[in-house]
């Protein structure tokens, strides 16, 4: 099923350089890869945090734990 839809022209700039950066060859090739994208795992957040230490276990939870 083929359709249209109305956008801004702001949003079809938007697209249009978007399809010629990652080299595609329709809107809907563009809105493809944004859907998959989208929906690809985020990025942990390792690194974010870079002030804390390193986790060491107390020698006195060692000897409780076993």
Sequence with gaps: MV????MHEDIIK?????????NLKSYEEVIRA???SEKRLKK???GTFTELHE?????????RLG
């Design 3 to 6: 359709t249209s839809i109305q």
């Design 14 to 22: 938007e697209l249009n350089a978007l399809k010629k950066e990652l």
């Design 34 to 36: 944004l859907l998959r």
């Design 44 to 46: 942990s957040y390792f």
């Design 55 to 63: 986790f060491k276990r107390d020698e006195e939870e060692d000897d």
